[in-house]
């Protein structure tokens, strides 16, 4: 008679639901990982606050951005009030404002970095000259017949934000008259902050007879931006500069633009049309030239800190994307990782990013880059090779890293067609995982 055969013990929930969980700690693995990674970000965001500071620093002491307004011609005039009889009972100050009819501002600007610590920052400097001319003032639009004009306290006002930005004496050819402006702005409604030249506009005849060319040349400075205000009833404005990174912003786009690699050229012209604010008025109106500021930003070529945030974003499907590498393999060649294992390449691929923040500090974001990446690309891939004992597998690890680093060097260079680039990259790894995860057997015989 045949000795009966023992059935074989029955696996433990373990065992039989080994891949289940391994899968399930993975999984929590990731999520856990995502918390050193949201804190990448933060410092990635505390360098961006320090360079900020260290912009403002410097231009605290240099110049600000700087917008030029103006200029605006003020005529102050005292209204008589009278009463329901016609009799002047009372008096009241009021202000006349006139814009110029025709302005034309021609600039060179010359750009220059300047370090604070390992920061740079962006400072120019260069020489305006605004041209341009009053026609004869149409007073009986905003000033009544009976007030009592006072010529001879006319002022010729320029709105600047940072004064701090004049290098030089301001000077004002008046017809065939050079005067020397005067810091602040003494009438209201204007600008807070600018220079000014008094004026004696009294007429020969009692009666402004003719026009009024000027002539103001001024030596500014300042920081990152310059923007002017269309205060003409036609504006032009021509800049030069040696500054190969421009950004045109604001109101209005310059008509004409070349941007050259030793620097750009630029014109606008604006009409009067173009804007929502006359060219004259009284005090009785509030009127705000900002609105239709418009001129250029000297930018840095290359913003480390901005590339490093979009690149800490894709920080979940890096971890995800490895461990899912290293799990299939695992099933494949029967090598247990242990989770610990797991959550060590885990902050491997998370301090890849303080990598590449701290060496972009020092040289250009791609060198960064490319350092940064070869550096977690060697170390997950030796410690791959060590985990299966196999050379193939940890250069099919490493190679694996390699491709998704690769994937996002090209989304973060592509700016305006990165969301097709990615989503069209994540669908083609999506059908990888896809297709090989169809060969693992996810219940193995006992």
């Keep these: ?62 110049g600000g951005m700087q917008t030029l307004s103006g200029p605006v011609l003020v005529l102050p005039f005292r209204e008589l009030i009278r009463d329901t009889n016609g009799l002047a009972v009372n008096s009241r100050y009021r202000y ?86 005067e810091p602040g702005i003494p009438v209201p ?98 009127v705000h030239f900002q609105e239709s500021a418009f001129g250029v930003s000297f930018l840095l070529p290359v913003d480390n800190y901005q590339k490093s945030t979009r690149s800490a974003k894709y920080a979940v499907l890096f971890i995800g994307l490895t461990f899912l590498c290293m799990f299939f393999l695992e099933m494949r060649h029967s090598r247990q990782v242990h989770p610990f294992q797991y959550a060590l390449i885990g902050l491997a691929l998370v301090i890849f990013y303080t990598l590449l923040v701290s060496i972009s500090e020092h040289t250009s974001f791609n060198s960064a880059y490319l350092i940064a990446a070869l550096m977690t690309v060697a170390l997950t891939g030796l410690y791959a090779r060590a985990l299966f004992q196999s050379a193939q597998m940890g250069l099919l690890v490493g190679g694996t890293l390699a491709a998704l680093y690769a994937f996002l060097f ?5 700016q305006d067609f990165a969301l097709l680039i990615g989503s069209l990259g994540l669908f083609c790894i999506l059908a990888i995982v896809m297709f090989y995860s169809r060969r693992i057997n996810w219940y193995p015989a006992p």
Excluded: C
């Design 96 to 181: 006349a404002y006139f814009l110029p009819d025709q302005l034309s501002i021609t600039g060179d600007i010359a750009p220059e970095k300047r370090h604070r610590g390992i920061f740079e920052v962006v400072l120019y400097s260069g020489a305006l000259r605004l041209e341009g001319v009053f026609e004869p003032l149409a007073i009986e639009k905003s000033i009544p017949s009976d007030a009592q004009i006072q010529w001879n306290k006319a002022v010729l006002a320029v709105g600047l934000p940072d004064l701090r930005g004049l290098k030089d004496q301001v000077l004002l050819r008046w017809g065939d008259k050079t005067i020397v402006s």
């Design 410 to 414: 090209v989304t973060l260079q592509l």
């Design 189 to 286: 409604g204007v600008n807070a902050s600018g220079i000014h030249v008094p004026l004696d506009l009294t007429p020969a005849s009692g009666q402004p007879d003719s026009a009024h060319r000027f002539r103001l040349d001024m030596a500014v400075k300042g920081s990152s931006s310059l923007f002017f205000t269309p205060v003409g009833k036609v504006t032009t404005v021509k800049l030069a500069s040696i500054w190969p990174d421009p950004s045109f912003t604001g109101a209005f786009l310059p008509d004409e633009k070349n941007i050259r690699s030793d620097g750009f050229s630029a014109s606008w012209k604006v009409l009067n049309l173009n804007r929502n604010y006359p060219q004259q008025w009284t005090s009785d109106r509030e």
């Design 1 to 62: 008679m045949q000795p009966t055969q023992p059935y074989p013990p029955e696996p433990n929930a373990w065992h039989r639901h080994n891949t289940t969980l391994k899968g399930v700690i993975i999984f929590v693995l990731v999520l856990l990982l995502l918390i050193p990674a949201s804190m990448v970000e933060r410092l990635i965001q505390e360098r961006e606050g320090r360079q900020i500071e260290a912009h403002e620093e410097v231009s605290s002491k240099w």
